[in-house]
């Protein structure tokens, strides 16, 4: 009997939609990925497939994670169990669309 992880990597090679689905999994906990620092800052904004789109309420921070962009992208990847994420683009928002 397989167990879900594994189906939804399966399906996840085959399908965006699933993509997106194990992708918004992995990051249900972004200080994972980015520290409780600058986690506050960030809201995953959209993936295309092979892309993730950040939002960032503050311009220190999102230099801060420009900076760490390769990291967070092996640390994404990891929990992913695949490379499904090839770059990551930060954007600059207002704050009450973080904690808004």
Not at 29 to 51: C, I, Q, V, Y
């Amino acid at each position: 009997m397989m167990k879900i992880g594994d189906i939804l990597n399966l399906l996840s090679e085959k399908d965006n939609l699933f993509k997106q689905l194990k992708l918004r999994i992995a990051l249900l906990n972004m200080e994972d990925l980015f520290g409780p620092s600058l986690a506050k800052h960030f809201k995953f904004l959209d993936f295309d497939g092979s892309t993730v789109y950040f939002e960032c309420d503050d311009d220190i921070w999102l230099m801060e994670a420009k900076f760490m962009s390769k990291k967070i992208l092996k640390k994404i990847n990891e929990k992913l169990g695949q490379n499904i994420v090839q770059k990551i683009i930060f954007r600059r928002c207002s704050s009450d669309r973080i904690h808004g």
